[in-house]
């Protein structure tokens, strides 16, 4: 680790005062109220931390809207092609939800009995040490949020603009422009204000659960009305493929990813022994109820042949029940995706801060703007990144490279739960699981890593040996203690450069 480069709150007043009194209009003063842009401040100063502000209510909309994107809506079609059945299709949907909401109480422990912030990372370096931690986050870092971020953000620009450009197609360009656009814009709101990117995630959930509602309800009057046709022999064992089941689990597990966003931010958590739990359980009984009713509603208009060929399934069954209405769903699918934009980015940046914090990434990466009492240098880390691999990269490709590793840390974390059981069983625990849930989920994780090994051999060895890479600079950046004088020299620069420029300062504790 580098040697302490940073001011401290002290001595960056003492920078601001002397910048102030030379200039007639002061760009930063001592106060530091969560305000959003163009909100008069509170004159009377407070401690520069991050606020616990995260209630039940914003606990909800940060998993139930990252978990929500755009699949629903565009394309379900993974479970039902390789299930076989729509009665099989509607178990796997479930089944899958049951599932992850194991992994979800398994990291309500984790939430509850470490209360940092970082989810896997914190929890893999808590049960496994530093290097484990450190992969974690270096295969987050060069690949797997910037990857999973554009992808999202492309999605929006492409549905943004749909109604635009009916009945063309969108330019890729116009695509590009407005995705870079979006992540512009939910990277802003997240560095101002935490109380207003709360708002918003709010807003844009109750969009989704909307979006899905209008979906749900005429469907359901349909099956009332006897529309369940498309149910007949829902079950009939020769339509079930089931060498293909595994496949349609992985499809399902990965469609309700996102459940442990929560616990990336649990030092933001008011009252977190209780809120952590009530938000994941409430979230995930939520998302799963959706999700099923969703298809079926799904079904009792579009027969599963109809389901597969179509192209933006909402969209299809809006046509066939609501006329002209079915314009309004692009809308509502931009709108969820940038919903999952604002709930991933607000979470994993507090990774980050975290991990800067552990000596993983530079000090000026868990520092906190003075006013607005955000981790603004962990929110626009990615930024570079996201934009470079949106105008030249292989997105697609590169997240089936990584996207197995995602499994196989989330295992890992549950499995540092047991581990924890044992080694340290003085923990404080508010929230403790039965041991089966672990085991259960543990394998469920170990399992898709397996299988993606077995589906894809070359695609995740690509990414399993794009992660190895994190072990080299591990010893490089962080074990080696002595390091060129040079090089210390640039890092204190661009440490002081940055705390300057961002108006950031550490964390008072």
């Not at 953000?153 to 749909?162: D, P």
């Amino acid at each position: 680790m580098t040697r302490k480069t940073v001011f401290s709150p002290h001595e960056q007043d003492i920078m601001i005062s002397e910048w102030n009194s030379e200039h007639p209009h002061p760009v930063v003063d001592s106060t530091c109220q969560d305000t959003a842009p163009g909100q008069s401040l509170d004159p009377g100063p407070c401690k520069v931390e991050l606020k616990r502000k995260v209630t039940v209510l914003r606990g909800i909309s940060i998993i139930v809207g990252t978990i929500i994107g755009a699949g629903i809506f565009i394309s379900p079609k993974g479970i039902l092609k390789n299930s076989g059945s729509v009665g099989m299709s509607l178990v796997v949907w479930v089944t899958c939800g049951v599932l992850s909401l194991f992994g979800a109480l398994c990291y309500a422990e984790l939430g509850t009995s470490i209360k940092k912030s970082g989810g896997h990372y914190t929890y893999i370096l808590e049960a496994f040490g530093p290097q484990m931690a450190f992969m974690r986050l270096w295969a987050d870092m060069i690949a797997i949020r910037p990857a999973g971020l554009a992808v999202i953000a492309l999605a929006f620009g492409r549905y943004i603009l749909e109604p635009i450009f009916m009945p063309c197609g969108v330019p890729e360009t116009a695509i590009k422009l407005t995705t870079a656009i979006g992540i512009t814009a939910v990277m802003y709101i997240n560095s101002m204000s935490v109380s207003w990117t709360a708002r918003l995630q709010i807003f844009l959930t109750c969009s989704k659960l909307l979006a899905m509602v209008i979906i749900i309800i005429p469907g359901l009057y349909q099956l009332f009305k006897g529309e369940t046709k498309n149910f007949q022999n829902a079950f009939e064992v020769g339509a079930v493929e089931f060498m293909g089941l595994p496949l349609a689990f992985y499809s399902g597990m990965y469609a309700y990813a996102g459940w442990f966003y929560l616990n990336f931010v649990t030092e933001e958590v008011d009252n977190p022994e209780r809120t952590v739990p009530l938000a994941i359980c409430i979230s995930m009984v939520i998302v799963t109820i959706c999700y099923t009713l969703t298809n079926v509603a799904y079904y009792t208009v579009m027969s599963a042949e109809e389901l597969l060929a179509s192209h933006a399934v909402a969209v299809t069954f809006a046509e066939k029940l609501m006329g002209h209405f079915s314009l309004v769903v692009p809308i509502f699918v931009s709108l969820s995706c940038f919903g999952s934009m604002n709930g991933c980015l607000f979470a994993f940046s507090r990774m980050f801060y975290v991990a800067s914090r552990e000596g993983h990434l530079p000090e000026v990466f868990s520092m906190i703007h003075i006013r607005r009492h955000t981790p603004i240098a962990a929110v626009i880390i990615l930024y570079p990144i996201t934009i470079l691999i949106l105008f030249l990269g292989d997105i697609y490709s590169l997240l089936n490279f990584m996207s197995f590793l995602r499994w196989l840390f989330i295992g890992m974390a549950v499995v540092g739960l047991i581990y924890l059981r044992y080694t340290r069983p003085d923990m404080p625990r508010p929230f403790k699981v039965p041991i089966f849930i672990p085991a259960v989920f543990s394998f469920t994780c170990f399992f898709m890593v397996f299988l993606s090994l077995y589906s894809d051999p070359v695609n995740t060895g690509i990414g399993f040996a794009i992660s190895l890479t994190g072990i080299p600079a591990y010893y490089i950046f962080i074990a080696f203690h002595t390091k060129p004088k040079w090089l210390l020299r640039l890092s204190d620069f661009v440490n002081r450069s940055l705390q300057i420029l961002l108006e950031v300062v550490p964390a008072e504790n």
